[in-house]
């Protein structure tokens, strides 16, 4: 046998086995991408499941809930801290839902996120703590979430 003829053989194999190589990577990141995608959902909705637990299992938050929504300065300080833990609770969920769908071009899950936003934020009390604490959160989530408080 010639040895151009067996190193032509040689390239085109080493070329197969280098486009099949890539083949399997692809698809091993296409379900790993996935599979990270599915992770994070499940950790958005633990993070909103907790967040509806906290006063379904408290009386006595539900009742600061109730107080607070019709105004948060009527709070006494430790109503102030335990409101204030619920609903900065509810915009850091909204803060990583609202990253997870513009890191995965979601329009129609962001559609929903914003509906829930825009009745949350019209409650006196939570408008409230929101302007009293937008320092503690990202420029481009508090832009966001202002808009939506302009356009209610």
Known sequence: MNWAVIGAFAEITAAVAVVVTLLFVARDIRQNSKSLSMSALRT??????????????????????????????????????????????????????????????????????TSIVRRRITIPG?????HENTDDYDADFVAWIEKLYGDT
């Open 44 to 113: 958005t909705t633990e993070q909103w499941n907790h967040w509806s637990e906290m006063i379904a299992t408290s009386g006595d938050l539900a009742d600061i809930v109730l107080k607070g929504n019709e105004s948060y300065s009527s709070l006494s300080s430790s109503e102030r801290l335990r409101y204030g833990a619920y609903v900065q609770s509810f915009f850091d969920n909204v803060e990583s839902n609202r990253s997870l769908v513009v890191d995965h071009d979601a329009e129609k899950n962001l559609d929903v996120l």
């Open 126 to 130: 939570i408008a409230t703590w929101w």
